[in-house]
């Protein structure tokens, strides 16, 4: 994604975003020399693009002043200046944005894990937002899920999140070649089933998981992709589905609660080393239907 920063400070680029001394503005500044809506920056699907919004003490761009309305490209390294400000803001990075979600109340700009996004940003997350392997995006709220459009409003209590998708953009991660799709899971299970031990398998590597809460739910979404997979007559890609509700059911759970588990398993494999960890659990929004997204399970009494 797109980066500015000085010594002290950093500024995530979003599609379009303001500078100046709004409270709003994502880049927002107190010096009285720079303007209330002082300039913009927005990614023009092939560079990020800074333009001066007619400010009174001028934006400048590695030492030069640019005229007043007028856009300049910006490249990684180039140097700006807002005002009469002594902070000089570098391009840190001038890749293509990130999805991201705006808080409409603060100006702050929220990026995703691994294409993974918790609103609000706390120990207590209310709604989820994961990119599926079709490139779609799935909102998750209680026992609401559905395709979030692009610059829908989200609504968590009395917030507004005002949701920037980003165009795909593929490239090649090091040292992250794990996926969801590649790995196998080995559950060990207590027989009171109190306790899941879950290790993660990839090639020759071996990674024991540590035991969390969420634990139980990847263990049933397990047993039902195992036992579809018992029977010849269905097809692969049938195997696991479940529709949410009757999951919600059998684990004796709440909808809030599923979603909250599932975003802490997901986190969880991001963690362990894990691309595009979103794929762990996999979502059809249409007809309210998940499953796990890791195809080889084993299962066993510890």
């Not at 790995?183 to 020759?204: D, P, Q, R, W």
């Not at 018992?230 to 059998?250: F, I, N, R, T």
């Amino acid at each position: 994604m797109g980066l500015l920063e000085t010594d002290e400070r950093q500024c995530a680029l979003g599609p379009d975003q303001l500078i100046g001394r709004e409270p709003t503005a994502a880049l927002r500044f107190e010096d009285e020399s720079v303007s209330w809506r002082h300039a913009s920056v927005r990614w023009t699907g092939n560079a990020w693009e800074l333009q001066d919004l007619g400010s009174t003490n001028g934006t400048f761009v590695n030492g030069q002043r640019i005229a007043p309305g007028a856009r300049a490209v910006l490249r990684s390294g180039f140097e700006l200046r807002f005002g009469d400000s002594r902070e000089t803001w570098r391009v840190a990075s001038a890749d293509p944005p990130a999805t991201s979600v705006l808080d409409l109340e603060t100006g702050q700009r929220l990026f995703g894990l691994d294409d993974l996004i918790a609103i609000p940003p706390t120990s207590d997350p209310e709604l989820f937002l994961s990119r599926q392997a079709t490139g779609v995006w799935i909102a998750e709220q209680g026992d609401r899920v559905w395709e979030p459009g692009d610059l829908e409003v989200l609504r968590v209590g009395t917030r507004q999140y005002r949701f920037e998708p980003s165009a795909p953009v593929h490239a090649t991660r090091a040292g992250r070649q794990m996926t969801p799709a590649g790995l196998s899971l080995e559950f060990a299970v207590s027989l009171n089933e109190e306790h899941v031990a879950i290790t993660m398998v990839h090639g020759e590597r071996r990674t024991p998981l540590r035991p969390r809460a969420h634990g139980y739910v990847l263990l049933t979404l397990a047993r039902l992709r195992a036992k579809d997979q018992s029977d010849p007559a269905l097809p692969p890609e049938s195997h696991g589905w479940v529709y949410q509700d009757q999951l919600v059911k059998m684990l004796a759970t709440t909808p809030t609660q599923l979603a909250v588990d599932i975003y802490r398993a997901r986190q969880q494999f991001n963690e362990a080393g894990v691309a595009d960890a979103a794929q762990l659990v996999e979502r059809r929004s249409m007809t309210h239907e998940l499953r796990l997204g890791v195809p080889h399970v084993s299962i066993r009494s510890a």
